[in-house]
């Protein structure tokens, strides 16, 4: 058989068709780039916030020399292994009390807000010595850490963007029963100016 090169038609139809999504890509990503290089309107509103007050800076010594970012993710650094650990925003969640409670007692604090155990922070746990530090430890820490903010809308807070959203709205009717309107409680309906703990704090729980 003569080795002729031609693709056959099905190969260039695939081919001509990836190749259009590449180029699309291609000039979309140029475009966009080109557009957010040289514009001088905002593209992203930045909704987290790290101003830190002398205090908050001499907590946040003492975070970074205590093994505090080997589980969590906070100031833009250290990891996020496991589930609620990022510490970013922290201080629009909780009050600078309850994170002082919370590293110097975690158990009962931890209980009252989220009815359950700690994972780590309790006594003879992994990160039970958190507990053991200084009082004053604690309090820098906990200045530091409330001075992690974030708005609504932040992908490290509680509550999703203000207003209504068409997409959130769209996602709702697609996904969400009927039946979770009884169940649930909506969180953008709530208002946490009031109570920075969490929407998983129940109402009856310490503060
Ligand atoms: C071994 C991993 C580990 C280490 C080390 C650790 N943590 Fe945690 N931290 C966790 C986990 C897991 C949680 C969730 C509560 C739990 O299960 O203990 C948590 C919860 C917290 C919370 C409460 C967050 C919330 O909103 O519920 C704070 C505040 C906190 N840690 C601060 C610290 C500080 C400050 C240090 C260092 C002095 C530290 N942690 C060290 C794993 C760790």
Redesign the pocket.
């Known amino acids: 058989m003569a080795a002729k090169s031609g693709l056959k038609r099905g190969e260039k139809i695939l081919f001509g068709i990836s190749g259009v999504f590449v180029l699309v890509a291609l000039v979309g990503y140029v475009g966009l780039e080109g557009y957010r290089l040289t514009t001088k309107k905002q593209i992203f509103s930045n909704l987290t916030s790290f101003d830190l007050s002398v205090e908050g800076n001499a907590g946040h010594r003492?975070?970074k020399g205590?093994?505090?970012s080997?589980?969590?993710r906070a100031f833009l650094s250290g990891t996020s292994?496991?589930?609620?650990?990022t510490?970013d925003g922290?201080g629009s969640?909780?009050s600078q009390d309850w994170?002082r409670r919370?590293?110097s007692d975690?158990e009962p604090v931890?209980k009252a807000?989220?009815r359950?155990?700690?994972?780590?922070?309790?006594r003879g746990?992994?990160?039970g010595?958190?507990a053991e530090?200084t009082e004053r430890?604690h309090s820098l820490?906990?200045t530091f850490?409330s001075e992690l903010r974030s708005k609504q809308g932040a992908s490290t807070a509680y509550l999703p963007p203000e207003g209504r959203s068409p997409f959130i709205e769209s996602m709702l009717s697609i996904w969400a029963p009927e039946s979770w309107k009884d169940k649930y409680e909506d969180v953008r309906t709530k208002d946490f100016t009031q109570d920075v703990t969490?929407p998983t704090s129940q109402s009856g729980a310490e503060q």
């Open positions: 003492i975070f205590n093994r505090c080997s589980c969590h292994m496991g589930g609620q650990t510490l922290i969640r909780r994170i919370f590293l975690p931890y807000t989220y359950a155990a700690t994972l780590d922070h309790g746990k992994e990160a010595y958190v530090l430890d820490m906990a850490l969490s």
